[in-house]
């Protein structure tokens, strides 16, 4: 029977025979040529679907963690859950399903000039794919707070998470409760700040183009945009 897509199917079989192979050659050259020998897939094909070698694999192993964590939480009841510990358990549930060494690898792969745009661009789409999977409607300016918000939090776990060696990650949980009380109690002063008479004169008059900007169209790769 043949696969769903041939093409998706070729791509996962490279990416599974890296993994141990990225552990100890970490996202390299070595490494696809590693997992092309392994996985049997044509190397000329192979080549295709990661023209630029341990880059491109490392990225498809980021891109398969925030798979696997909408997979998780969509299995998930929320329900009795306040937000903020739905946005803990999605952080949680990523990490969960990540190796530490290949995440080790791929942060140092990523702190390159070179591909640090891209690893800044993975951490938003993970941001994203969080808020995404908890129903984030927003289409204002909060589009972007709260993914940039959930973007330093999650870093900032990412790298508390790989130098961890409490049982379980107990200390990177609490490490991930205190930033997302931090970003809890910012949540309260903006608001506060919006109720202040000063704060609504500005937001009526000079601040009044932030109301123009809007959340990037799902079919598009921009950024974003502000209506005419």
Known sequence: MEPENSIDSAKALILAAALPHAAFDGWSETTLVAALADSGVAPALGRALYPRGGIDLAVA??????????TALAATDLAALRYRDRVALAIRLRLQTADKELVRRGSALFSLPQHAPEGAKLIWATADAIWTSLGDSSQDLNWYSKRATLSAVYSATVLFWLGDHSEDNGDTWAFLDRRIENVMQFEKTKA???????????????L?????IRAPHRNTDLPGHSEP
């Open 192 to 206: 506060a700040l919006q109720a202040n008479p000063l704060a609504k004169a500005l937001l009526a008059g000079p």
């Open 208 to 212: 009044k183009i932030l109301d123009r």
């Open 61 to 70: 192993y980021h891109r398969s963690g925030d798979a696997a964590m909408k």
